[in-house]
């Protein structure tokens, strides 16, 4: 399909409501992206989704899902000239192993989606002064479908080019077009088809050798398409090489290594979000290593942060000769070299982000800060709120964080955060207000005292420490209402009609709606549950290198509490059964008389129906005139439970549910207590 021209919009900015200040999470592409605001929020610019009947695919293109894309005219590499400071490994190689048609034959999405990087071991040479990166990078790659593939389709940023490639160490030519995909910043990838000498057996891996290179600079233009505005565009999309700094953020912001996946467009609804989300979810256990070497002339880059984990510079770095050569060096125009070296590592939940700067590195307790040259003054700030935040989050995760909290400094003050693991990058400012990063910096200490394989333990308890953080602000009932800000959008990803139609349990969500919003509300539930204390206990009893099985952290909670919980984790985290959808059906009261008195007590009796495949418990509250009082009751699906209650003063009004449980419709229901006829 080709790409929507109405302008449909789908950029996703600042919304929060809760006083009197609280943490709004700005989600874009590959992270979460914290960001405070005060009682007054910023607005958000509207939403504008082109309805899905208007997107048929055509007949003669088969999709896979509801991937929408479009192709262009294949287009040939352009001429390439050898490099001198270039390694000779990245030297391009001659043309023939490189030649392509200029047609290039249709592939379909069940092929794209059919491969599974195992591995990536990179060799990178930047060139800043010039915005240009060239690639040589072994891989190896899985058939995961169930059927031969006779060939395959490798896919880059359109801003790099292809040079060779080479398969089970023999060179291939291949074929390449232009795929229209909004995975990448420019709306486009880059994409080479190899035909298979025999075909790739299910469950078979190859031997991948490809070489690329071109030019990354800041680019806006799938946000400008759908017409932001071009401020807003250019906070967001500021990936880019350049001699100040380098930010390449990965899957779902600059495509700078070879993936293979279903091309996808912003304006359709969650698709492009949920393919990100997929692509980390499938892509997790590759393992990644990567030597970077940097040319410059004057500053020097001090500090790469790859894949999440931060890189010194290799202290066997040649430079040259003495204080006055490099001087001349300089002089002269000629340039240095300094490398960082990335050890094989788990992949893990991320998007392959990779990061080069000359940052001025300030260490604290428990927190590392990387300031950019002539900003490093406002560090200091940053680490007293983190101070501050800190008893709260060691309260409920205990006392020994498991790695730093790292923050660095971003370029540009209109520049959007972005998380990658432990490290957050944002622009530092000089008049930082604690309101504003005190959230933030809770979520991160957060992922520094706790960390998991499970991206919903993972994220859902960073989001939990910016809850907790609301609720010793400003009370429990605005940390709920924080929650409640993504409710609708929750009930409206759940399945329609969970009993026939399979949603996205928890321990296999690839969906930020899930693995971040539903993640955070499952937790505060069975904190709910199982009260403070226990649920405290369990969080630190967890050891990430003992969760084997999805029912590890059940089983934590149950030795803690005591109480059986298959029944939740089974509707909640180990399946999507949808949310509850609950109903107050009668309330009543009827007096009792105490004996040897004249005064009266009140039996309450609530009886409540739950319309769904859920099940929940809920806190029940029944007001009355000069007391109140509140109990837990567990409605199963498809059923009704019954509550009574004995008060001392005249009953008048029931509250199921508080809003600290998701809902089908609304999480709150207040009704009238009748008295019995």
Same mark, same amino acid.
């Given at each position: 399909?080709?790409?929507?021209?109405?302008? +449909?919009?789908?950029?996703?900015?600042?919304?929060?409501?809760?006083?009197?200040?609280?943490?709004?999470?700005?989600?874009?592409?590959?992270?979460?992206?914290?960001? @405070?605001?005060? !009682?007054?929020? +910023?607005?958000?610019?509207?939403?504008? =989704?082109?309805?899905?009947? #208007?997107?048929?695919?055509?007949?003669?293109?088969?999709?896979?899902?509801?991937?929408?894309?479009?192709? &262009?005219?294949?287009?040939?590499?352009?001429?390439?000239?050898?490099?001198?400071?270039?390694?000779?490994?990245?030297?391009?190689?001659?043309?023939?192993?490189?030649?392509?048609?200029?047609?290039?034959?249709?592939?379909?999405?069940?092929?794209?989606?059919?491969?599974?990087?195992?591995?990536?071991?990179?060799?990178?040479?930047?060139?800043?002064?010039?915005?240009?990166?060239?690639?040589?990078?072994?891989?190896?790659?899985?058939?995961?479908?169930?059927?031969?593939?006779?060939?395959?389709?490798?896919?880059?940023?359109?801003?790099? /080019? $292809?040079?060779?490639?080479?398969?089970?160490?023999?060179?291939?030519?291949?074929?390449?077009?232009?795929?229209?995909?909004?995975?990448?910043?420019?709306?486009?990838?880059?994409?080479?088809?190899?035909?298979?000498?025999?075909?790739?057996?299910?469950?078979?891996?190859?031997?991948?050798?490809?070489?690329?290179?071109?030019?990354?600079?800041?680019?806006?233009?799938?946000?400008?398409?759908?017409?932001?505005? @071009?401020?807003?565009?250019?906070?967001?999309? $500021?990936?880019?090489?350049?001699?100040?700094?380098?930010?390449?953020?990965?899957? &779902?912001?600059?495509?700078?290594?070879?993936?293979?996946?279903?091309?996808?467009?912003?304006?359709?609804?969650?698709?492009?979000?949920?393919?990100?989300?997929?692509?980390?979810?499938?892509?997790?256990?590759?393992?990644?290593?990567?030597?970077?070497?940097?040319?410059?002339?004057?500053?020097?880059?001090?500090?790469?942060?790859?894949?999440?984990?931060?890189?010194?510079?290799?202290?066997?770095?040649?430079?040259?000769?003495?204080?006055?050569?490099?001087?001349?060096?300089? #002089?002269?125009?000629?340039?240095?070299?300094?490398?960082?070296?990335?050890?094989?590592?788990?992949?893990?939940?991320?998007?392959?982000?990779?990061?080069?700067?000359?940052?001025?590195?300030?260490?604290?307790?428990?927190?590392?800060?990387?300031?950019?040259?002539?900003?490093?003054?406002?560090?200091?700030?940053? =680490?007293?709120?983190?101070?501050?935040?800190?008893?709260?989050?060691? =309260? $409920?995760?205990?006392?020994?964080?498991?790695?730093?909290?790292?923050?660095?400094?971003?370029?540009?003050?209109?520049?959007?955060?972005?998380?990658?693991?432990?490290?957050?990058?944002?622009?530092?400012?000089?008049?930082?207000? *604690?309101?504003?990063?005190?959230?933030?910096?809770? /979520?991160?200490?957060?992922?520094?005292?706790?960390?998991?394989?499970?991206? %919903?333990?993972?994220?859902?308890?960073?989001?939990?420490?910016?809850?907790?953080?609301?609720?010793?602000?400003?009370?429990?009932?605005?940390?709920?209402?924080?929650?409640?800000?993504?409710?609708?959008?929750?009930?409206?990803?759940?399945?329609?009609?969970? &009993?026939?139609?399979?949603?996205?349990?928890?321990?296999?969500? %690839?969906?930020?709606?899930?693995?971040?919003?539903? @993640?955070?509300?499952?937790? $505060?539930?069975?904190?709910?549950?199982?009260?403070?204390?226990?649920? *405290?206990?369990?969080? #630190?009893?967890?050891?990430? @290198?003992?969760?084997?099985?999805?029912?590890?952290?059940?089983?934590?909670?149950?030795?803690?509490?005591?109480?059986?919980?298959?029944?939740?984790?089974?509707? %909640? !985290?180990?399946?999507?059964? &949808?949310?509850?959808?609950?109903?107050?059906?009668?309330?009543?009261?009827?007096?009792?008389?105490?004996?040897?008195?004249?005064?009266?007590?009140?039996?309450?009796?609530?009886?409540?129906?739950?319309?769904?495949?859920?099940?929940?418990?809920?806190?029940?509250?029944?007001?009355?005139?000069?007391?109140?009082?509140?109990?837990?009751?567990?409605?199963?699906?498809?059923? /009704?439970?019954?509550?009574?209650?004995?008060?001392?003063?005249?009953?008048?009004?029931?509250?199921?549910?508080?809003?600290?449980?998701?809902?089908?419709?609304?999480?709150?229901?207040?009704?009238?207590?009748?008295?019995?006829?």
């Amino acid at each position: 399909m080709k790409r929507n021209s109405t302008g +449909a919009r789908d950029i996703f900015f600042l919304k929060a409501g809760c006083a009197p200040a609280v943490a709004a999470l700005f989600f874009f592409s590959s992270g979460i992206v914290p960001i @405070a605001t005060h !009682v007054s929020f +910023a607005q958000a610019v509207a939403v504008q =989704q082109t309805p899905k009947a #208007q997107k048929q695919p055509s007949p003669q293109q088969p999709t896979y899902g509801q991937a929408i894309f479009s192709r &262009g005219t294949a287009t040939a590499p352009q001429n390439l000239q050898a490099n001198p400071a270039q390694p000779a490994a990245l030297q391009p190689e001659a043309a023939s192993t490189r030649l392509v048609s200029s047609a290039a034959a249709f592939v379909s999405d069940q092929e794209r989606a059919a491969l599974i990087f195992r591995s990536y071991n990179f060799e990178i040479h930047l060139t800043p002064v010039q915005h240009s990166i060239a690639v040589r990078a072994h891989m190896s790659i899985e058939n995961s479908s169930d059927h031969p593939l006779s060939r395959i389709a490798l896919q880059i940023s359109s801003a790099l /080019h $292809w040079e060779s490639i080479r398969i089970n160490g023999s060179s291939k030519q291949f074929q390449v077009e232009q795929v229209e995909s909004d995975i990448d910043h420019t709306g486009q990838l880059t994409e080479a088809v190899m035909p298979l000498a025999s075909p790739l057996s299910a469950g078979a891996t190859i031997q991948l050798d490809v070489l690329y290179s071109g030019t990354i600079q800041q680019s806006s233009e799938r946000l400008l398409r759908l017409g932001a505005p @071009a401020k807003i565009a250019s906070s967001s999309e $500021w990936d880019r090489i350049g001699p100040d700094f380098t930010a390449l953020r990965g899957f &779902g912001n600059v495509i700078w290594f070879p993936v293979s996946t279903v091309p996808v467009l912003l304006g359709q609804g969650p698709e492009m979000f949920d393919s990100v989300g997929q692509w980390k979810l499938r892509e997790s256990a590759a393992q990644v290593s990567m030597h970077v070497s940097v040319e410059y002339l004057n500053e020097k880059p001090t500090v790469a942060f790859l894949n999440g984990t931060v890189m010194e510079a290799d202290h066997s770095t040649a430079e040259t000769g003495s204080s006055t050569v490099a001087a001349d060096a300089v #002089q002269n125009g000629i340039p240095r070299i300094v490398s960082f070296t990335l050890p094989s590592t788990q992949l893990g939940f991320a998007p392959l982000s990779f990061f080069v700067m000359d940052g001025r590195l300030q260490h604290f307790s428990g927190i590392d800060i990387y300031t950019r040259p002539g900003n490093a003054s406002v560090a200091e700030a940053y =680490q007293k709120i983190a101070e501050e935040d800190r008893p709260p989050v060691e =309260q $409920w995760l205990g006392a020994r964080p498991k790695r730093p909290v790292t923050l660095v400094d971003l370029p540009d003050s209109d520049d959007l955060p972005f998380e990658a693991r432990n490290l957050l990058f944002l622009p530092l400012q000089a008049n930082v207000v *604690s309101d504003q990063i005190a959230p933030v910096l809770s /979520h991160m200490l957060g992922h520094a005292y706790f960390t998991s394989p499970r991206p %919903w333990l993972n994220e859902g308890i960073a989001q939990l420490m910016t809850l907790f953080w609301i609720e010793q602000r400003a009370g429990r009932a605005a940390a709920i209402s924080e929650m409640d800000s993504h409710r609708a959008a929750l009930a409206l990803e759940e399945t329609s009609d969970p &009993g026939t139609t399979p949603g996205q349990s928890l321990v296999d969500a %690839w969906s930020d709606i899930y693995y971040r919003n539903k @993640a955070v509300d499952v937790l $505060w539930m069975l904190r709910d549950i199982t009260g403070d204390t226990v649920f *405290s206990s369990a969080l #630190q009893a967890y050891d990430p @290198a003992k969760d084997h099985e999805a029912s590890y952290f059940q089983r934590l909670l149950e030795k803690s509490s005591g109480k059986d919980l298959e029944w939740f984790f089974d509707d %909640w !985290v180990y399946r999507d059964r &949808g949310l509850p959808d609950l109903e107050i059906v009668s309330a009543y009261w009827r007096p009792i008389l105490t004996k040897n008195s004249a005064t009266h007590n009140y039996l309450v009796s609530v009886d409540i129906q739950n319309d769904s495949f859920c099940s929940a418990e809920v806190p029940v509250t029944v007001e009355a005139v000069s007391s109140s009082q509140t109990k837990r009751l567990l409605v199963p699906s498809h059923s /009704h439970a019954n509550l009574r209650m004995l008060l001392d003063s005249k009953p008048y009004q029931v509250i199921v549910n508080d809003g600290s449980v998701p809902e089908v419709r609304t999480s709150r229901h207040e009704q009238a207590i009748q008295a019995a006829q």
